[in-house]
């Protein structure tokens, strides 16, 4: 498992394996896996949507531990649907409270331990590249020869760093609607700095030639590496109304107040961005100014950035975003266990 060197390093690339990777980052993705993902994804929407069949019986017996490490409502619940709808069962844990860390067990060898219960693992962790230190414990008992059978991994969020099934899920939302991706404007709105899903999101953007118009605070603008990525395909801006005039897809993102530190260059941060958030706010009568073929994304939990007044505006697709996030994950799941939705029913 030596190509996995930590945060924002060389994961190893997909190219067409997906059989034999672990779900780490979008940088992994080429456009043609982002296909392949989204032809699985459409075909597991077909299937979901089957009357009185609701799923494909594609891995029966198979097991999926969703570990998660930091709070959900969505990833972990939406994980254990979308392997309960290939036919496999699945189990979510929430939080480590009641594990045997709490008796000095490692998280290495936590995450072993599940390893030899689970034939896919999905993991939600507090650190950046927390997910990476468990899939290389596995690879490293597999290579060892103490676990008899790859087990892939799935970064279901790894603190301030990606979010890579949430861009999934994204991409598909944003295809369903348009169908394309050449020409579209994206605008990201929020904490570019600590905002996970926005990382993933722009490394996905970057790869499908699409531009991002970034509405950034001075207090957490975009890192540099996301910069680079994206080249001239990045606008920054603190005009979050033109933005919005501008975009055909306009996605906001709460502010991730929970890695706020306590010194005072934290807490000088953390008051420029709640000033800057409370400019930021979206509602009905602001949404007006947006082209009528725009879409509004958020990946939950909001607060008071998207208000409740644009839940009837036909662009708000944050809850069908939400419920796309099952057939994303139905496909990431199938595609890393080696099986095919769309090739199941040809
Ligand atoms: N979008 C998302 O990750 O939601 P949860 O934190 O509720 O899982």
Redesign the pocket.
């Given at each position: 498992m030596a190509e996995i060197e930590g945060v924002g390093g060389l994961h190893p690339k997909i190219n067409g394996a997906f059989g034999e990777a672990h779900l780490l980052s979008m940088h992994q993705f080429s456009p043609a896996d982002i296909d392949t993902f989204l032809q699985e994804a459409l075909a597991a929407e077909a299937v979901m949507r089957t009357p009185g069949v609701w799923g494909r019986n594609l891995l029966p017996g198979a097991e999926l531990k969703a570990v998660?490490r930091?709070?959900?409502?969505?990833?972990?619940g939406s994980m254990a649907t979308a392997m309960t709808k290939l036919g496999g069962g699945a189990q979510v844990i929430s939080g480590m409270a009641a594990s045997s860390e709490g008796k000095g067990e490692t998280v290495s060898d936590s995450w072993v331990a599940f390893a030899t219960q689970a034939d896919i693992i999905g993991c939600?962790t507090a650190e950046a590249g927390g997910v990476e230190v468990g899939a290389m414990a596995i690879d490293d008992a597999v290579e060892n020869g103490k676990l008899w059978k790859r087990v892939p991994v799935i970064n279901?969020?790894d603190g301030v760093n990606e979010?890579p099934t949430?861009t999934l899920g994204d991409v598909f939302t944003i295809y369903k609607k348009f169908g394309y991706f050449a020409d579209l404007t994206i605008a990201t709105v929020g904490d570019h700095e600590r905002y996970r899903?926005h990382h993933s999101l722009t490394i996905g953007a970057s790869i499908l030639g699409v531009k991002i118009i970034a509405v950034e605070s001075s207090a957490a603008p975009v890192p540099e590496p996301y910069v680079e990525l994206l080249g001239d395909n990045l606008e920054r801006t603190r005009d979050l109304d033109g933005a919005i005039q501008a975009a055909d897809v306009l996605c906001m993102g709460r502010n991730p107040d929970e890695y706020s530190g306590e010194d005072d260059e934290e807490q000088g941060r953390s008051a420029q961005l709640a000033v800057d958030y409370q400019g930021w706010i979206v509602d009905r009568a602001r949404l007006q100014q947006m082209k009528p073929s725009g879409m509004v994304l958020h990946?939950?939990?909001r607060r008071n950035e998207l208000d409740p007044s644009i839940d009837a505006d036909p662009r708000a697709h944050d809850v069908e975003q939400?419920a796309n996030?099952i057939p994303a994950r139905m496909a990431a799941i199938a595609l890393l266990m080696g099986v095919s939705i769309k090739g199941s029913r040809q």
């Open positions: 998660m930091q709070p959900s409502t969505r990833t972990g939600r279901l969020g979010h949430q899903s990946a939950r939990p939400m996030m």
